[in-house]
């Protein structure tokens, strides 16, 4: 009696906060994109781990942080009838009620309740445009909001936001400037690093942080009912809290960020509301160089693509304002098609992880250099500071074959230069362009993180899938000698790979490793399939030939055949070891079937076996996984079950981890835990859509005249 007392009353307790809470769809994930569009304009809402005790997934109550954890002070207040409330921020007075929160491929938004007398509703946009490069190259974000009546009656509406100097370098004893001007009809904040420091960041070596360069706009429509002012936190938010405006004054003394912290604010007078009423705010990161490439003509600077279609950052920024509503409807199509074709793959589940992964994705790389040499960059984030790791891109590439696989020419474009020009000394691929970004400066020592036989793999697979889905026969052409060259090097070195790491690095090197040497030997096949496209029938037979030689002796020295069941191994002679196969994938990707059936099915029969809670274990090894390589075993599964097996248990990870960080593409299937600091907001997790990844087509796999030479 007592004990059910006891529990009722618990319960009752339990379901009081349940009810209080916000609801979040379709997940509640580690951490909910606001503002992220490059690797250095990406700001956050931890949202997980906390959930339970604190303010996970409440946008009022904790700070939003840049990607790497620096905060990026952002607050917003609203003032009803003359009361206050925040909605956005740590700051004092009291929170907005939450009621939901909902995440669709561009947008995050929040619908809150301001003392049961008006609704807000707030959406974070960050575009993704990957056939629109004007739009895509454009490093700024738009938050919109949104006020209506909630009880029939007008109500007197003020609302506030600002941010404050963090967004313009992570170093809070660092000096910034700023300056409040209009433009056109746009109203800005810039706030800057008094001493800009091109092309450095906070936190290194490996730490990876925020930029030290460039300017951070925030802005607004110019019109009588907006008041503006610069000055130190408290003073500013006061002001609003006290009158509902601000003295449109400028603070007349730079400082260091965390001196009196001057914060940059926006207020506007809505009057009396009752129909929903939108105001909109955008938040930008503009720097005229983005990148220092080590190229054919030695190192230089390369600008940001958007310079080439605007000759000043305030015309940038006011097109970019005022280009709203078309952004709208452009991100609202983006959003429908990955609902359409995530929910026909392989139902609601894969678009929880779909739909979450886009912005990350795609937050990670930059569009820079001019419309006729375009170069997409990608940084490797958080597991360190490289720029293009080329087994980086492989795990990133799906998202771009299925959104614009000509994207794949501007990332591997620079990889090519580089190595074509001399400044690269061995035989296999390199590993990435520099060790940190935004340097591309190369490693002509040759000392890299060496990974030859993944990026010889990588490089082939990748550049046959860009031409197959583009036709652009003349740039395997054009790449032919070192793509030859590099299946040399996979020839010598694939079917008994040598104690080397694979890209799961994390795991440190070992020999013999089954998936890397399939991984190989499926490169040569890519290899053969290049020189028949490009007539060098020669060559087309060679690699064939050699390829698949090795498919049948590595079934015989990968594959656990007296296991029950039997399955392939981590590494050769080890029955009991086994991982996920996940480099098959490609073979299916390129259409190339030198994989047979068999494979394919004993595989889709050993994984159901392994399910944990969250996943299949990338090997045995570790308790850990990774979420872009679940993915890819899901997408070479022939079997429904097995694609909806791990699409449910990865969905079950992003709703249940106990993490507080961007996706982790790494973590550990029976806790959802994440090993920490590293592996948070990767690119990798554009993998997540090699099921929407479409085979080549039979028309271009089968006859090279197709092509028009
Ligand atoms: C990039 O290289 C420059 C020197 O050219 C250096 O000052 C800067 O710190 C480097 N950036 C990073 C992030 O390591
Ligand atoms: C704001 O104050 C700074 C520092 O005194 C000054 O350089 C700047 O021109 C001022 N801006 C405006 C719009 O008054
Ligand atoms: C290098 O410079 C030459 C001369 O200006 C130019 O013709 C060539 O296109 C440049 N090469 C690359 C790869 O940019
Ligand atoms: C392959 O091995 C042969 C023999 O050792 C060597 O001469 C050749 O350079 C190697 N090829 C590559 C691309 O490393
Ligand atoms: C790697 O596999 C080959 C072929 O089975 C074998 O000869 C060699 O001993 C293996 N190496 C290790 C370290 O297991
Ligand atoms: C591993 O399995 C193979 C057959 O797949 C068998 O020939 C071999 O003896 C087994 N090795 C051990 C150590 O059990
Ligand atoms: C995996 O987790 C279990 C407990 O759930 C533990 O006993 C085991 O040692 C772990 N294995 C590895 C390889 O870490």
């Avoid at 409440?58 to 620096?70: E, K, R």
């Avoid at 490289?386 to 074959?401: A, E, K, Y």
């Avoid at 990870?653 to 961007?662: L, Q, S, V």
């Avoid at 982790?664 to 993998?687: C, E, I, K």
């Amino acid at each position: 009696m007592q004990l059910l007392a006891v529990l009722s009353l618990l319960f009752t307790f339990f379901t009081t906060i349940t009810n209080a809470d916000s609801t979040f769809s379709p997940a509640h994930p580690p951490a909910i994109p606001l503002a992220v569009r490059s690797p250095y304009l990406s700001t956050w809402l931890n949202a997980g781990g906390a959930r339970n005790t604190g303010f996970g997934g409440n946008l009022a109550g904790s700070w939003a942080v840049h990607w790497s954890q620096q905060t990026t002070g952002w607050t917003g207040m609203i003032r009803v009838d003359g009361k206050v409330f925040t909605w956005m921020g740590a700051i004092s007075p009291k929170a907005v009620e939450q009621k939901s929160f909902k995440y669709t491929s561009t947008k995050s938004t929040f619908t809150m309740e301001v003392d049961g007398k008006v609704q807000m509703i707030i959406t974070f946009l960050s575009p993704v445009t990957p056939n629109d490069m004007k739009r895509q190259s454009l490093t700024m974000s738009y938050m919109e909001v949104t006020v209506s009546s909630l009880d029939d009656k007008p109500h007197d509406v003020q609302i506030y936001t600002d941010i404050s100097a963090q967004w313009a370098s992570g170093e809070i004893t660092a000096e910034v400037s700023w300056s409040q001007a209009t433009t056109g009809d746009v109203a800005y904040h810039r706030v800057w690093r008094s001493t800009q420091s091109i092309f450095d960041e906070n936190g290194k070596p490996d730490g990876n942080g925020m930029a030290n360069w460039g300017n951070v706009y925030y802005a607004a429509k110019r019109d009588s009912d907006l008041s503006t002012r610069s000055g130190e936190d408290t003073v500013v938010r006061n002001e609003f809290i006290n009158t509902g405006k601000l003295d449109n004054s400028n603070d007349s003394e730079f400082r260091p960020i965390g001196l009196r912290w001057p914060v940059f604010a926006f207020a506007k007078d809505l009057d009396l509301v009752s129909k929903p009423v939108s105001t909109l705010f955008t938040i930008g990161l503009l720097q005229k160089d983005a990148i220092q490439f080590l190229g054919a003509n030695g190192t230089s600077a390369i600008p940001s693509l958007w310079t080439s279609y605007f000759s000043t950052e305030e015309s940038a920024l006011s097109w970019f304002h005022n280009d709203y509503s078309s952004q709208q409807g452009l991100s609202t199509s983006l959003d429908n098609q990955v609902v359409k074709d995530s929910v026909a793959a392989a139902g609601q589940d894969y678009l929880t992880i779909t739909s979450l992964a886009v912005r990350q994705a795609f937050g990670a790389t930059q569009l820079v250099g001019t419309p006729s040499k375009t170069f997409l960059f990608m940084k490797e984030i958080s597991s360190n500071g490289n720029t293009q790791t080329v087994d980086v891109i492989f795990p990133l590439h799906p998202i771009l074959l299925y959104f614009n696989p000509k994207l794949m020419k501007n990332l591997l474009d620079p990889l090519y230069e580089q190595q074509e020009s001399g400044h690269w000394p061995h035989t296999y691929s390199i590993h990435d362009l520099g060790y940190h970004y935004p340097n591309a400066t190369g490693h002509a020592d040759g000392n890299d993180e060496e990974m030859p036989v993944e990026e010889c793999g990588n490089m082939l697979i990748m550049t046959l899938a860009y031409a197959q889905r583009t036709g652009d026969v003349n740039y395997l052409k054009q790449h032919y000698k070192l793509l030859n060259q590099w299946t040399g090097f996979l020839v010598n070195d694939s079917l008994i790979p040598a104690n080397q790491l694979s890209t799961d690095d994390f795991a440190g090197p070992l020999q013999n490793q089954t998936n890397l040497a399939l991984k190989g030997i499926i490169g040569i096949q890519a290899m053969s399939e290049v020189s028949r496209l490009t007539r060098n029938t020669a060559d087309a037979k060679k690699y064939h030939d050699i390829a698949h030689e090795y498919i049948n002796k590595w079934q015989d020295l990968g594959i656990a055949k007296g296991e029950n069941p039997p399955h392939t191994t981590l590494n050769y002679g080890y029955n009991q070891s086994w991982g996920l196969l996940y480099n098959i994938w490609a073979d299916k990707e390129l259409g190339l079937n030198l994989v047979p059936q068999s494979v394919y099915d004993m595989q889709d029969e050993f994984y159901p076996t392994q399910q944990a809670k969250y996943g299949v274990r990338l090997d045995t090894r570790k308790n850990w996984t990774k979420a872009d390589w679940e993915m890819f075993a899901a997408a070479a599964a022939n079997s429904k079950e097995v694609r909806e097996m791990f699409v449910k248990l990865l969905a079950r990870f992003i709703n249940g981890t106990p993490m507080n960080r961007p996706f982790s593409d790494l973590y550990d299937v029976d806790t959802g835990d994440w090993p920490g600091v590293t592996f948070t907001a990767r690119p990798v997790v554009g993998g997540v859509f090699a099921l929407l990844v479409n085979p080549p087509s039979k028309r271009v796999a089968s006859d090279a005249t197709v092509w028009k030479a």
